[in-house]
C-alpha cells in the first residue's frame, strides 16, 4: 500500500537530483524493484501465510515495518547503492494491501465479498487522483533544502498503518480466549449430556 508507485517522476526527479541519474539509470532501478516486488508477492508472502502460519495481522505489521524502513534507508540516502538496499528492506512493503483484502474475505459475508472488493478498488484508484498533486506540491516547496520530504511522508503513512494492524491484532488477541472458553463449555456440556442420556435411558 503505497501513496505513490516507484515509477513516479518524482523518484526520479529526487533520484536525478541526488544522484545525478539518467533515465536509463532510472529505468534499470524500477525493473529490479518490479522483479523483487513480484517476487515477494509470488514466494514471500506464501511462505509467511502458508509456511510460518503468521496471523494475517502479523503480515501486516511486518508489511508495514518493511515499507517504513524502506521509505526511511531512500529519504537519507547519500549514495545509489543504498535505494538499491531499500528495495530489499521493501521486499514485504506490498503486504498490507494484501493482507487487507485477505482480511476482509474473511470477515465479511461470501454474498458481499464483490461489492466490497470493488468500492476498495476504487478507492484505491482515488488514491493517486489526490496524492499526486498533494506530493507535488510538497516537493516544490521543499526542492531546495530537503526534496526527500515526499519519502518521509510515506514513510509516516506506514506507522500509521502499522499502528491500526496492532490495534486489530490486540482485539483478536482479546477476543481468542472468549472463543476458546466457549468451545471448551460446548464440549463440558456435551459430555454431560452424553452422561445423563445413558443413565436415564437405564432408569
Known amino acids: 500500500m503505497k501513496l505513490f508507485s516507484d515509477s513516479s517522476p518524482l523518484i526520479y526527479y529526487l533520484t536525478r537530483l541526488k544522484f545525478g541519474w539518467t533515465e536509463q539509470d532510472f529505468t534499470v532501478w524500477v525493473s529490479i524493484t518490479s522483479i523483487t516486488s513480484s517476487f515477494a508477492t509470488l514466494c514471500v508472502m506464501p511462505l509467511l501465510c502458508y509456511k510460518l502460519k503468521l496471523h494475517d ?8 515495518l518493511s515499507g517504513f524502513a524502506c521509505n526511511l534507508v531512500r529519504t537519507f540516502a547519500t549514495h545509489p547503492w543504498m535505494f538499491y538496499l531499500s528495495t530489499g528492506i521493501g521486499l514485504v512493503s506490498y503486504g498490507p494491501s494484501i493482507i487487507i483484502r485477505s482480511f476482509l474475505s474473511k470477515i465479511i459475508p461470501s454474498d ?3 461489492s466490497v472488493f470493488s468500492m476498495l478498488a ?3 484508484a482515488c488514491v493517486p487522483l489526490i496524492t499526486a498533486p498533494v506530493f507535488t506540491i510538497v516537493y516544490e516547496k521543499t526542492i531546495n533544502y530537503f526534496p526527500a520530504a515526499i519519502l518521509l511522508i510515506s514513510g509516516i503513512m506506514f506507522v500509521f498503518i502499522m499502528i491500526h494492524f496492532l490495534i486489530v491484532f490486540v482485539l483478536v488477541r482479546m477476543g481468542t480466549p472468549d472463543i476458546q472458553q466457549s468451545s471448551e463449555n460446548d464440549e463440558t456440556i456435551s459430555i454431560v449430556d452424553n452422561e445423563v442420556i445413558p443413565d436415564n435411558s437405564e432408569v
Open 112 to 114: 458481499e465479498l464483490g
Open 57 to 64: 495481522t502479523t503480515i501486516g505489521i511486518i508489511g508495514s
Open 122 to 124: 476504487s478507492l484505491e
